[in-house]
Protein backbone atom coordinates (compact mmCIF):
# COMPACT_ATOMS: atom_id res chain seq x y z
CA UNK A 1 0.00 0.00 0.00
CA UNK A 2 2.72 2.66 0.83
CA UNK A 3 4.39 1.69 -3.03
CA UNK A 4 0.96 2.36 -4.54
CA UNK A 5 2.37 6.22 -5.13
CA UNK A 6 5.46 5.51 -6.26
CA UNK A 7 3.46 3.40 -9.21
CA UNK A 8 1.13 5.58 -9.81
CA UNK A 9 3.70 8.32 -10.94
CA UNK A 10 5.31 5.65 -13.41
CA UNK A 11 1.63 5.74 -15.15
CA UNK A 12 1.19 9.65 -14.77
CA UNK A 13 4.69 10.53 -16.32
CA UNK A 14 3.80 8.83 -19.73
CA UNK A 15 0.45 10.33 -18.95
CA UNK A 16 2.10 13.67 -18.70
CA UNK A 17 4.44 13.39 -21.82
CA UNK A 18 1.38 12.64 -24.01
CA UNK A 19 -0.27 15.38 -22.67
CA UNK A 20 2.36 17.82 -23.36
CA UNK A 21 2.56 16.39 -26.95
CA UNK A 22 -1.25 17.50 -26.98
CA UNK A 23 -0.05 20.97 -26.09
CA UNK A 24 2.87 20.74 -28.99
CA UNK A 25 0.40 19.30 -31.81
CA UNK A 26 -2.13 22.39 -30.65
CA UNK A 27 0.29 25.22 -30.79
CA UNK A 28 1.61 23.86 -34.45
CA UNK A 29 -1.66 23.66 -35.69
CA UNK A 30 -2.16 26.98 -34.48
CA UNK A 31 0.87 28.30 -36.00
CA UNK A 32 0.10 26.55 -39.05
CA UNK A 33 -3.34 27.82 -39.18
CA UNK A 34 -2.03 31.44 -38.39
CA UNK A 35 0.51 31.52 -41.49
CA UNK A 36 -2.17 30.38 -43.50
CA UNK A 37 -4.32 32.37 -42.57
CA UNK A 38 -1.59 35.40 -43.13
CA UNK A 39 -0.78 34.62 -46.89
CA UNK A 40 -4.68 34.40 -47.95
CA UNK A 41 -5.07 37.95 -46.55
CA UNK A 42 -1.55 38.81 -47.98
CA UNK A 43 -2.50 37.51 -50.96
CA UNK A 44 -6.03 39.05 -51.13
CA UNK A 45 -4.64 42.43 -50.50
CA UNK A 46 -2.20 41.83 -53.71
CA UNK A 47 -4.68 40.90 -55.59
CA UNK A 48 -7.32 43.53 -55.10
CA UNK A 49 -4.69 46.42 -56.84
CA UNK A 50 -4.81 44.14 -59.70
CA UNK A 51 -8.33 43.01 -59.83
CA UNK A 52 -10.14 46.21 -59.17
CA UNK A 53 -9.05 47.51 -62.41
CA UNK A 54 -10.00 43.61 -64.49
CA UNK A 55 -13.41 44.31 -63.42
CA UNK A 56 -13.47 40.17 -62.11
CA UNK A 57 -15.83 40.74 -58.65
CA UNK A 58 -16.66 37.33 -58.02
CA UNK A 59 -13.19 36.26 -58.43
CA UNK A 60 -12.35 39.15 -55.05
CA UNK A 61 -15.85 38.07 -52.84
CA UNK A 62 -14.68 34.42 -53.22
CA UNK A 63 -10.73 35.77 -52.11
CA UNK A 64 -12.48 37.74 -49.46
CA UNK A 65 -14.49 34.74 -48.28
CA UNK A 66 -11.36 32.44 -48.12
CA UNK A 67 -9.51 34.93 -46.06
CA UNK A 68 -12.40 35.49 -43.80
CA UNK A 69 -12.95 31.58 -43.01
CA UNK A 70 -8.78 31.22 -42.99
CA UNK A 71 -8.97 34.06 -40.14
CA UNK A 72 -11.90 32.23 -38.75
CA UNK A 73 -9.89 28.60 -38.70
CA UNK A 74 -6.80 30.79 -37.07
CA UNK A 75 -8.81 31.91 -34.57
CA UNK A 76 -10.44 28.55 -34.01
CA UNK A 77 -6.86 27.06 -33.77
CA UNK A 78 -5.75 30.13 -30.79
CA UNK A 79 -8.81 28.89 -28.97
CA UNK A 80 -8.03 25.30 -28.85
CA UNK A 81 -4.32 25.98 -28.03
CA UNK A 82 -5.55 28.19 -25.12
CA UNK A 83 -8.19 25.56 -23.76
CA UNK A 84 -5.36 22.79 -23.96
CA UNK A 85 -2.92 24.92 -22.16
CA UNK A 86 -5.42 25.80 -19.40
CA UNK A 87 -6.34 22.14 -18.98
CA UNK A 88 -2.93 21.02 -18.92
CA UNK A 89 -1.49 24.10 -16.34
CA UNK A 90 -4.86 22.83 -14.12
CA UNK A 91 -3.90 19.15 -14.49
CA UNK A 92 -0.16 19.65 -13.59
CA UNK A 93 -1.12 21.57 -10.69
CA UNK A 94 -3.65 19.55 -9.37
CA UNK A 95 -1.19 16.27 -9.86
CA UNK A 96 1.46 18.51 -7.89
CA UNK A 97 -0.93 18.87 -4.83
CA UNK A 98 -1.81 14.89 -5.15
CA UNK A 99 2.28 14.26 -5.56
CA UNK A 100 3.27 15.72 -2.69
CA UNK A 101 0.37 14.65 -0.08
CA UNK A 102 0.79 10.96 -1.51
CA UNK A 103 4.74 10.85 -1.24
CA UNK A 104 5.04 12.18 1.90
CA UNK A 105 2.61 9.79 3.65
CA UNK A 106 3.68 6.76 1.78
CA UNK A 107 7.73 7.65 2.70
CA UNK A 108 6.10 8.21 6.66
CA UNK A 109 4.55 4.49 6.25
CA UNK A 110 7.64 3.27 4.31
CA UNK A 111 10.32 4.65 7.25
CA UNK A 112 7.69 3.34 9.92
CA UNK A 113 7.69 0.33 8.35
CA UNK A 114 12.04 0.25 7.87
CA UNK A 115 12.51 1.64 11.39
CA UNK A 116 9.65 -1.79 12.61
CA UNK A 117 12.25 -4.06 10.96
CA UNK A 118 15.72 -2.93 12.15
CA UNK A 119 13.87 -2.88 15.73
CA UNK A 120 13.07 -6.54 14.97
CA UNK A 121 16.70 -7.13 13.65
CA UNK A 122 17.86 -5.85 16.47
CA UNK A 123 15.97 -7.96 19.24
CA UNK A 124 16.70 -10.99 17.40
CA UNK A 125 20.46 -10.22 17.20
CA UNK A 126 20.58 -9.72 21.33
CA UNK A 127 18.44 -12.71 21.47
CA UNK A 128 20.81 -14.46 19.40
CA UNK A 129 23.71 -13.05 21.71
CA UNK A 130 21.93 -13.77 24.79
CA UNK A 131 21.52 -17.58 23.52
CA UNK A 132 24.87 -17.64 22.37
CA UNK A 133 26.42 -16.29 25.84
CA UNK A 134 24.27 -18.46 28.13
CA UNK A 135 25.27 -22.10 25.93
CA UNK A 136 29.34 -20.96 26.27
CA UNK A 137 29.93 -18.86 29.33
CA UNK A 138 33.49 -20.27 29.43
CA UNK A 139 34.05 -18.64 25.38
CA UNK A 140 31.79 -15.42 26.75
CA UNK A 141 34.30 -15.77 29.62
CA UNK A 142 37.44 -16.19 27.88
CA UNK A 143 36.98 -13.64 25.57
CA UNK A 144 36.09 -10.92 28.17
CA UNK A 145 39.78 -11.86 29.48
CA UNK A 146 41.59 -11.68 26.07
CA UNK A 147 43.33 -9.10 24.63
CA UNK A 148 41.48 -6.11 22.36
CA UNK A 149 43.09 -6.99 19.37
CA UNK A 150 41.47 -10.63 20.22
CA UNK A 151 38.16 -9.69 20.96
CA UNK A 152 34.80 -10.01 19.23
CA UNK A 153 32.58 -7.17 18.97
CA UNK A 154 29.47 -8.75 21.31
CA UNK A 155 27.27 -5.49 21.16
CA UNK A 156 23.91 -4.96 19.50
CA UNK A 157 23.38 -2.52 17.06
CA UNK A 158 21.16 -0.04 17.32
CA UNK A 159 18.22 0.72 15.32
CA UNK A 160 18.36 3.99 13.27
CA UNK A 161 15.42 6.16 14.10
Known sequence: AAAAPFVSQHKLCRYERMAFADRRAALSRRTAARNRADGRAQKLVMKQTTMAGMGRPGYMDRMEMDA????ESAMAALRQADIVGMTLQREVGRVAVVRKTEWSASLKVLASSMREACTERAAIWESAREQFSSENPDYVAAAA???????IDMSVPTPVS
Open 145 to 151: TSSPAQT
Open 68 to 71: SLSD
